[in-house]
């Protein structure tokens, strides 16, 4: 039985991808940081909990990690583990560089030293792109970060390539463009959204707040990636690939198709902060800006182009962006007042 170690495994990726690998008959270990408390209410949902063999290690430190490789041993490892909120990364730009650059450098380093023979996904993202120039983003467009996370994974990036060619590691690196699901973090913009209109919906909140609504971003759905990140480390393949949809939707239609779904009539009116929505049906505001979530430096538009892991590989998107909006507003319709937090 192979034996697969997953980094991230309480996140959203990682719950969708340890769900996949149990049922196809993987053994799954999965990283736990030590000090926090260990956010399993994902694995929970999908009642996995205890088929994964969670083992506690911490990526930033080497040793910790040396250790787990050593005893573990494992064919694959997918490197979820990440501080993946682009506006704390300017917050806490420090611990996000620690995490996601020295942290795969670790696992890197500890994979060498102990001269594993194992594939390893590396999370890499559109954020890297940063200030789009292209249209359509391949694995070929120019980086240009605006974060210091952006920049933490460029970094582990361009170290997966290195050691991919220097070192003749297994690496491939996964360029993923934004993806979304019902088990999202409720900071990410998407969920926030149909999180918080189920709320006014159910009159225990006024409005949302929301920063910028001209950010234009390729939106996915989650389930989908996760099949090509596993496509990507089952292959005889290491490389980098984009995984994307290749459609756009702005923040403001994001928020507008989840209103209607909640049958809102949403209208919009007002500039740059003062810009609001409106529900007709009631004259109820349902949307204000507030400035606070604005970002220092902003990402406006990224739309990716999935033809090489569609040629190579033969992953395509399956879900629409307008399914999974009805999959996210209908389960936290469905979840309302029952306590589940995916944080
Ligand atoms: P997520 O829900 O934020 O999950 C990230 C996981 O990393 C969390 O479970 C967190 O564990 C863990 N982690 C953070 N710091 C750690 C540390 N020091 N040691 C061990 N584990 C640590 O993110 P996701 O959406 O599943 O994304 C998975 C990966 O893909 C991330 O690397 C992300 O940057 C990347 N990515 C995501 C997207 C997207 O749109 N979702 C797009 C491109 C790339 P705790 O529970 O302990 O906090
Ligand atoms: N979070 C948040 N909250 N974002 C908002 C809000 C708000 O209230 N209002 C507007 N936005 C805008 C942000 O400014 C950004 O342009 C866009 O919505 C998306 O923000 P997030 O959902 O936080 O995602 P992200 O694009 O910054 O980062 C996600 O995708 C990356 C891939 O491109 C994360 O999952 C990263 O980990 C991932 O690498």
């Given amino acids: 039985m192979k034996k697969v170690l997953i980094t991230g495994i309480f996140g959203q990726d990682g719950a969708f991808l340890a769900k996949r690998l149990l049922s196809q008959g993987f053994r799954v270990f999965g990283l736990a940081r030590r000090g926090g408390s260990i956010k399993s209410d994902r694995l929970?949902?999908?009642?996995?909990?205890?088929?994964?063999?969670?083992?506690?290690?911490?990526?930033?430190?080497?040793?910790?990690?040396?250790?787990?490789?050593?005893?573990?041993?494992?064919?694959?490892?997918?490197?979820?583990?990440a501080q993946s909120f682009v506006q704390d990364s300017f917050i806490n730009p420090w611990m996000t560089s620690n995490i996601n650059y020295f942290g795969v450098l670790n696992l890197y380093e500890a994979?060498?030293?102990?001269?594993?023979?194992?594939?390893?996904?590396?999370?890499?993202?559109?954020?890297m792109y940063g200030k789009t120039i292209d249209d359509v983003q391949?694995?070929?467009?120019?980086?240009?970060?605006?974060?210091?996370y952006g920049i933490s994974k460029l970094a582990a990036h361009h170290l997966g390539v290195i050691y991919r060619e220097t070192y003749k590691l297994k690496i491939s690196n996964?360029?993923?463009?934004?993806?979304?699901?019902?088990?999202?973090?409720?900071?990410f913009v998407t969920r926030k959204i149909t999180s918080q209109l189920v709320e006014v919906k159910n009159e225990s909140r006024d409005f949302v707040l929301l920063g910028n609504l001209n950010a234009v971003r390729d939106w996915g759905y989650a389930a989908d990636?996760?099949?090509?990140?596993?496509?990507?480390?089952?292959?005889?393949?290491?490389?980098?690939?984009?995984?994307?949809?290749?459609?756009?939707?702005?923040?403001?239609?994001?928020?507008?198709?989840?209103?209607?779904?909640?049958?809102?009539?949403?209208?919009?009116?007002?500039?740059?902060?003062?810009?609001?929505?409106?529900?007709?049906?009631?004259?109820?505001?349902?949307?204000?800006?507030?400035?606070?979530?604005?970002?220092?430096?902003?990402?406006?538009?990224?739309?990716?182009?999935?033809?090489?892991?569609?040629?190579?590989?033969?992953?395509?998107?399956?879900?629409?962006?307008?399914?999974?909006?009805?999959?996210?507003?209908?389960?936290?319709?469905?979840?309302?007042?029952?306590?589940?937090?995916?944080?």
């Fill in 44 to 81: 929970r949902y999908f009642g996995i909990l205890d088929d994964v063999e969670i083992k506690n290690s911490e990526i930033i430190d080497f040793s910790s990690i040396l250790k787990l490789l050593e005893e573990i041993k494992p064919d694959v490892i997918f490197n979820l583990a």
């Fill in 111 to 127: 994979i060498r030293f102990l001269k594993l023979d194992c594939k390893v996904y590396q999370a890499s993202t559109s954020e």
């Fill in 138 to 148: 391949t694995e070929k467009s120019p980086f240009n970060p605006q974060s210091p």
């Fill in 174 to 187: 996964g360029i993923l463009f934004n993806h979304e699901s019902e088990l999202r973090g409720r900071e």
């Fill in 225 to 343: 990636y996760v099949k090509a990140i596993e496509m990507m480390n089952f292959s005889e393949v290491n490389d980098d690939f984009v995984v994307a949809t290749n459609n756009i939707t702005s923040v403001r239609e994001f928020f507008k198709k989840s209103a209607e779904l909640l049958d809102f009539k949403p209208i919009f009116s007002g500039n740059n902060a003062e810009e609001i929505c409106t529900d007709k049906k009631t004259n109820k505001v349902i949307m204000k800006i507030d400035k606070n979530y604005y970002r220092p430096l902003e990402v406006d538009y990224l739309r990716g182009d999935y033809s090489k892991i569609n040629s190579t590989l033969g992953w395509k998107p399956e879900t629409s962006v307008d399914e999974m909006i009805e999959k996210m507003v209908s389960f936290d319709l469905e979840n309302y007042n029952k306590n589940i937090y995916f944080i």
